[in-house]
């Protein structure tokens, strides 16, 4: 089984804070993903990698940054939280066509 | 171009049922159409996906309909149970799978 897991399932941090999200999957995939998602707006990608320390920007990539230094593990940087980052973040791997998920991390940016 | 627009935002069927979400895409260079579900607390998770060479794929209770000349795709889920309460959200890719465009995502209620 796939396993995608994320360092927290909620966090609170204040405005101006850096803030780390980290990505953990087990299966050697090279593809891994990082999403916000938020009420009637679906999935939207912030970042992606192909491979180790590659990376490139999704659709809404402002305000955020990542880190992939291990196969296994692709973090997602807040340099300075704002309010407006306050929603579920979602990492996942893909294996193929299909993309494996993680729980996902509410962030509350106060 | 790169959207996909779905449809209802909201869902409520009763059990046995049939529900259909919908989606439309823009860009005809898209290859590969996923449908995922999402239970609360959890992340999504593919269910049932699609190529435009075909125009149905079922796949126990679940079928997705494909109109390439009208852009459009669906969900139907044949004897809705509550069980089947979720977040469905369609998606859309070039490259079979590479970068996937999400739709808005439907939350469907089966009342028992």
């Known amino acids: 089984d796939v396993k995608v897991t994320q360092s927290s399932r909620y966090l609170v941090k204040r405005t101006g804070e850096k803030v780390f999200l980290e990505c953990v999957q087990d299966?050697?995939?090279?593809?891994m993903f990082w999403y916000r998602q938020d009420p009637g707006l679906g999935l939207r990608l912030i970042y992606f990698?192909?491979?180790?320390?590659?990376?490139e920007k999704g659709d809404i990539p402002e305000g955020y940054s990542v880190s992939r230094e291990k196969k296994e593990r692709f973090s997602l940087i807040l340099e300075s939280a704002s309010t407006n980052q306050t929603s579920m973040y979602l990492c996942?791997?893909?294996?193929?066509?299909?993309?494996?998920f993680g729980p996902g991390t509410r962030l509350t940016v106060l | 171009q790169q959207q996909v627009k779905q449809s209802p935002q909201s869902l409520i069927v009763q059990k046995g049922g049939i529900s259909i979400i919908n989606c439309a895409y823009e860009?005809?260079?898209?290859?590969?159409f996923p449908w995922y579900q999402q239970f609360p607390g959890k992340g999504p998770a593919l269910l049932i996906a699609?190529?435009?060479?075909?125009s149905e794929k079922k796949e126990g209770r679940f079928t997705i309909s494909f109109n390439k000349s009208a852009k459009q795709f669906s969900l139907h889920i044949m004897d809705s149970q509550p069980g089947d309460s979720a977040t469905y959200f369609c998606?859309?890719?070039?490259?079979?799978?590479?970068?996937?465009?999400f739709g808005q995502g439907t939350e469907l209620s089966v009342k028992p």
């Open positions: 996942a791997s893909r294996k193929y066509n299909e993309q494996f």
């Open positions: 299966m050697d995939h090279e593809n």
């Open positions: 990698s192909y491979d180790v320390k590659m990376k």
């Open positions: 860009n005809t260079a898209f290859d590969y």
């Open positions: 699609i190529r435009p060479d075909v």
């Open positions: 998606a859309a890719s070039l490259n079979q799978g590479g970068k996937l465009i």
